[in-house]
């Protein structure tokens, strides 16, 4: 069966510069999630779309940005990026009231 | 308040044995989902299995079951027959469904290690 694909897997960066994370959810899948898991952390949501219009915002930095497309893709865009930033950043989707499924992850390291 | 509490911070079993990863939970909500993810080293975050607040019979998926207990708000976890590839976090978590949308909530996670 098909799952969430995100890419890249691994991206390394310097502070101050951008990051741009891609999320593809499970086809017919309504709602994509991101989720940002620091080290010997709980994941921790950070913005929703449903229906490609932004649905919840949870601890999201105004740094950060985030949309999704007519495809149903969703980018999660990462500006001024700071050594805090470092972390495992997930993309789940599910249907609006259905189990959310995660991707493998992109692991992002500032330096 | 806590919404998700998982206060096994680590646990250890022995190949083959039955372990139960423990769950609590804190909602005024009457609908509301339980899930439990598993996490390997490799990092990506697996959907293992659900359980909705109105469903009578405990969820099983293949050696997984959730233990619900309704009025005690638990769902623990219950892995029969351990394998070396259980090692890994396991988190709790829970979909509460408001009028502005539905909030999910992880809880702090409990690392097993299976031991041959």
């Known amino acids: 069966a098909a799952g969430v694909i995100q890419s890249p897997r691994h991206l390394i960066k310097e502070k101050r510069e951008t990051a741009t994370l891609k999320c593809y959810p499970i086809?017919?899948?309504?709602?994509v999630y991101w989720y940002q898991q620091g080290p010997g952390q709980d994941p921790q949501f950070l913005i929703s779309?449903?229906?490609?219009?932004?649905?919840d915002k949870g601890s999201i930095p105004d740094r950060f940005s985030a949309q999704q497309f007519s495809d149903y893709h969703s980018e999660l865009n990462m500006s001024s990026l700071e050594l805090g930033d470092s972390a495992l950043y997930f993309c789940?989707?599910?249907?609006?009231?259905?189990?959310?499924?995660f991707g493998p992850g992109t692991r992002l390291t500032v330096l | 308040a806590q919404k998700i509490t998982q206060t096994q911070p680590g646990m250890f079993v022995q190949e083959k044995e039955a372990v139960t990863l423990d769950c609590t939970y804190d909602?005024?909500?009457?609908?509301?989902?339980l899930f439990w993810y598993k996490q390997p080293s490799s990092g990506e975050m697996i959907f293992l299995i659900y359980?909705?607040?109105?469903?009578?019979q405990n969820a099983t998926e293949g050696r997984y079951s959730l233990n619900f207990q309704k009025a005690r708000k638990s769902a623990n976890l219950v892995i029969s027959a351990s394998q070396l590839g259980d090692s890994a976090m396991y988190f709790c978590?829970?979909?509460?469904?408001?009028?502005?949308?539905?909030?999910?909530?992880f809880g702090t996670g409990t690392s097993l290690t299976v031991i041959p």
């Open positions: 789940a989707s599910s249907h609006i009231r259905g189990s959310r499924f």
């Open positions: 086809p017919r899948h309504d709602t």
């Open positions: 779309f449903y229906e490609k219009m932004q649905s």
């Open positions: 909602t005024s909500d009457q609908s509301y989902g």
């Open positions: 359980q909705g607040s109105y469903d009578e």
């Open positions: 978590a829970m979909r509460e469904t408001l009028n502005t949308g539905n909030q999910f909530y």
